[in-house]
Nanobody, 117 residues
Framework: QVQLVESGGGLAQPGGSLRLSCTAS????????MGWYRQGPGRQREMVAL???????NEADSVKGRFIFSRDNGKNTVWMQMKSLKPEDTAVYYC???????????WGQGTQVTVSS
């Protein structure tokens, strides 16, 4: 059974930093894209960034230059280093992973990020 374990998140002041990680386990199938979505208060879930298995990153314009993404295929882990945080980054952040020939999508449990002074 596939499990996605997220860690990190919490409270940060505007301009501060936080780091999230997500590790996938319970599968021997190929892992394709890994990344993050977020859902802010009263907003729809939106993509933050997705990283392909060969390291190509597709990220939202709203986080370009502020968030840094990395991935370790051997550890089935993806990280998101968030810098220059803004109040509008406040959201529940969900890890997302595509696994197997059919690229089935799996979601993490979500972790809260709050940016406030």
């Amino acid at each position: 059974q596939v499990q996605l374990v997220e860690s990190g998140g919490g409270l940060a002041q505007p301009g501060g930093s936080l780091r999230l990680s997500c590790t996938a386990s319970g599968t021997s199938d190929s892992i394709h894209r890994m990344g993050w979505y977020r859902q802010g208060p009263g907003r729809q879930r939106e993509m933050v960034a997705l990283i392909s298995s060969d390291g190509i990153t597709n990220e939202a314009d709203s986080v370009k230059g502020r968030f840094i993404f990395s991935r370790d295929n051997g550890k089935n882990t993806v990280w998101m280093q968030m810098k220059s945080l803004k109040p509008e980054d406040t959201a529940v952040y969900y890890c997302y992973v595509e696994i197997g020939r059919m690229r089935n999508g799996y979601w993490g449990q979500g972790t809260q990020v709050t940016v406030s002074s």
